[in-house]
């Protein structure tokens, strides 16, 4: 069956700090793979996705993740973190081509001025 | 529309009452999701309409849910007899096809006291 597992469930950094946070999925065949992010009181914005090609994939606010096959992981990073930043992070992996999405828990990022 | 819209954005209601809750997409957009969100979790697939039939209904919790799409417009998730465990933001999604144009309504926040 399909999963999520985002292993880190709270991340403190501090600001202008790098991040990454852990993905890693279960699926049998080539994934549709996606990092949602969750402020509070505010709905799912796509920060970015992986469908095929470049393994390294670039998204909105100075986010990118890496697609790695061998490890069946998606981390997301960014460089230097803003206190803006800080929200619910969800990784999510599309089941089949339906549309389907499964989420993992997602990870509380709190950053520290 | 703009976007996903659903009605209303917050409803709280009595153990034991039906709840119907309701999603318009995109105008166009063929596949329509529901996703359910309980505290501090990850999204949970519910079902998933293309057209106006259900090819995946697995993740509904039990026969006190149901989902209707007429068309390829408005949906409803109704809850008969909801219990205090139905406490939850129901999210729906909408595409043109599988992940294509993929975009999240606001949710419905349901509280059941």
């Known amino acids: 069956a399909q999963s999520v597992t985002q292993p880190d469930i709270h991340i403190t950094v501090s600001e202008g700090a790098s991040l990454e946070l852990r993905c890693n999925y279960s699926?049998?065949?080539?994934?549709?793979l996606f990092w949602y992010v969750q402020s509070p009181g505010q709905g799912l914005q796509l920060l970015l996705k992986y469908f095929s090609g470049d393994t390294l994939v670039q998204g909105i606010k100075g986010f990118e993740a890496e697609f790695k096959r061998s490890q069946s992981s998606f981390n997301l990073r960014k460089p230097s973190v803003h206190w803006s930043d800080a929200a619910e992070y969800f990784c999510a992996v599309g089941a089949g081509n339906t549309g389907k999405l499964i989420f993992g828990q997602g990870t509380t990022l709190q950053v520290k001025p | 529309g703009a976007g996903v819209s659903q009605s209303p954005s917050n409803k709280v209601t009595e153990k034991g009452k039906d709840v119907e809750l309701r999603c318009d997409p995109i105008?166009?957009?063929?596949?329509l999701y529901w996703y359910r969100q309980r505290l501090g979790q990850g999204l949970e697939f519910l079902i998933y309409f293309q057209g106006n039939s259900a090819p995946d209904k697995s993740g509904l919790p039990s026969d006190r849910f149901s989902a209707e799409r007429t068309g390829e417009s408005v949906s409803t998730l109704t809850i008969q007899r909801t219990q205090q465990e139905d406490s939850a933001v129901y999210l729906c999604?909408?595409?043109?096809?599988?992940?294509?144009?993929?975009?999240f309504g606001s949710g419905t926040r349901l509280t059941v006291v």
């Open positions: 999604a909408s595409s043109f096809q599988g992940f294509r144009g993929y975009t």
């Open positions: 699926y049998g065949a080539t994934p549709y």
């Open positions: 105008s166009g957009h063929t596949a």
